[in-house]
């Protein structure tokens, strides 16, 4: 008994560690960066499964133009929070989620999205099951993370990054047989999504709010 609440203990801790990574200043900043000062080089990505997952970015911009604005609007009102450590945060939330709903973890899901889109995910999850499919996806790189969209109205603050990634997906039926997809091959993905906050609150969380395609 002792071990199990050892590990829990550990599990909830990491867990809480790697939800409040969003947004958090480190003492290292830089400030915005100006269109005319971006600089962006292009790395070959191997498009296969085979690759080690991971997350990576084939461009040193993080921000489009006309996200600027709104970012500092958002460390206007709060000084705490940091550009870059909000995108390495955004990049482990996109594969969390992703793995999350892919496995059907409703759990997981709860504190890590705003209950509109958890229902969203909820539902599809047990289309999923009802049908008898599994999904075997994969999350083999993220290409990139680009702030694309940042407000705040009121008391909330949102940011919209686009992801894109390339992820293995294979379904398959309830005696195991492929329905859909290929784990031979990676597709291109390129997904929109936005984090919100709320700036008067002691939690320094953000949350998943919104999902499109980019």
């Excluded at 461009?59 to 550009?83: C, K, Q």
């Excluded at 047989?177 to 936005?194: F, P, R």
Aim: hydrophobic share 50%.
């Amino acid at each position: 008994m002792f071990y199990v609440i050892l590990f829990a203990m550990i599990a909830a801790f990491l867990a809480l560690r790697l939800y409040s990574v969003l947004g958090k200043r480190t003492g290292h900043e830089q400030p915005l960066p100006k269109p005319a000062e971006e600089r962006i080089g292009i790395a070959a990505v191997p498009r296969t499964i085979d690759v080690t997952p991971e997350v990576r970015d084939t461009t040193a911009r993080t921000i489009e133009a006309g996200a600027e604005t709104g970012l500092r609007a958002v460390i206007a009102a709060d000084p705490a929070f940091d550009v870059a450590q909000f995108v390495e945060g955004s990049k482990a939330a996109y594969r969390m989620i992703l793995e999350a709903f892919w496995k059907g973890d409703e759990e997981t899901l709860g504190w890590l999205v705003e209950e509109d889109v958890r229902a969203g995910f909820v539902a599809s999850i047990a289309e999923r099951r009802e049908a008898g499919h599994v999904l075997e996806n994969r999350l083999v790189v993220i290409d990139r993370a680009l702030i694309v969209d940042a407000s705040v109205e009121g008391k909330m603050a949102r940011i919209t990054v686009r992801f894109d990634a390339d992820i293995a997906a294979v379904t398959r039926d309830a005696e195991g047989n492929v329905i859909a997809g290929s784990m031979s091959d990676a597709v291109e993905t390129h997904d929109a999504w936005t984090f919100a906050r709320n700036l008067r609150s002691d939690d320094p969380n953000w949350k998943l709010v919104e999902t499109d395609d980019a």
